[in-house]
């Protein structure tokens, strides 16, 4: 969901370049499209070699790999077409960048509403300055955004600050998944909203 449609004109560009690169794509500089699929082909290579991949990772060869795509459409198009589209291209663009500027300036919303966990969870966090909060089970980039809200992090118990974790401290946990996260014995939720809940020891 994240490279279609551009991933066939892609694909097609690397194949095109094998076959025509001894003669090149008419007045397309061999060079720059080499160095493109050389730039592209290098990095999913070396992601490839990782574990973890997510979209954003893909950012590195995005625009090599347009710059391919738009090689091979700009080959496989015949010409007739192709001079009325180079006629038609400052029309379009006009077209795009107005209704995008009236877009953004529209009162619609695209995305999702923010989950109302974090903001529940950092509001508590402000408001008990005193109390200790650590992490159960959270993820790095949602402890940054717990930072960012309330000026401070979830601590890690086992580390140089909390080896363990206080009698009085508070635990965050979130959902990421379908299921909801099993609280260790003796804890009880003191708030939960949306994907986020806080948990403290019992007596």
């Given at each position: ?136 089970s959270i993820e790095s980039n949602d402890n940054g955004r717990l930072y960012l809200l309330a000026g401070r992090w979830a601590q890690r118990e086992g580390g140089e600050a909390f ?41």
């Open positions: 969901e994240y490279h279609w449609p551009w991933l066939v004109a892609a694909v097609g560009g690397l194949v095109g370049w094998v076959i025509h690169f001894p003669r090149g794509f008419g007045r397309i500089d061999r060079r720059g499209l080499a160095m493109g699929v050389v730039w592209s082909v290098c990095w999913l290579t070396l992601l490839s070699v990782f574990p973890d991949k997510r979209p954003r990772y893909g950012l590195m060869f995005y625009p090599t790999l347009a710059i391919v795509s738009a090689v091979w459409l700009f080959d496989v198009v015949p010409g007739g077409v192709r001079r009325g589209l180079v006629r038609a291209a400052p029309v379009v663009v006009g077209c795009v960048v107005v209704g995008a500027v009236a877009f953004a300036l529209a009162p619609v919303r695209v995305n999702r509403p923010a989950d109302p966990g974090f903001g529940a969870v950092s509001s508590w966090m402000r408001e008990h300055p005193e109390r200790v909060v650590m992490a159960g080896p363990e974790a206080p009698d009085d401290a508070a635990w965050v946990w979130v959902d990421y998944g379908a299921d909801k996260v099993e609280l260790p014995e003796g804890h009880s939720v003191v708030l939960e909203s949306g994907v986020a809940r806080l948990s403290e020891r019992g007596d």
